[in-house]
């Protein structure tokens, strides 16, 4: 039926869960600031709460939320933790949501080739 498409590869059920699972995270604004800012460079939950005006008690939930879903990691340092993003993963998969209204307005800027 696919013969057209010789390197076509549908994921697997656990990998269509886990990606609907992570877009269900992500569809939280604060959560989104959260990464974004984390994008930036490791912080604390008091930074982080300050850079995405939200109370520290709701930033750390929505830290702890993360890092379940494997997106951020903490380090502990005496009484603090430090958040940072697990990976480049992070960065594509923000960049791409956020600036996908940008892209959208250059390509349909950008003149259509003469058809031949």
Known sequence: MHESLPDFRMPDDGQVESAADVFR????????????????????VACLAELVDAPPTAVSQHLSKLRLAGLVRGRRQGT????TVVDEHVARLLGGALFQDEDAARRSATPAAPAR
């Open 80 to 83: 603090f933790v430090y958040y």
């Open 25 to 44: 995270l992500l569809a939280d604004p604060t959560r989104i600031k959260l990464l974004w800012a984390l994008l930036q460079g490791e912080e604390s």
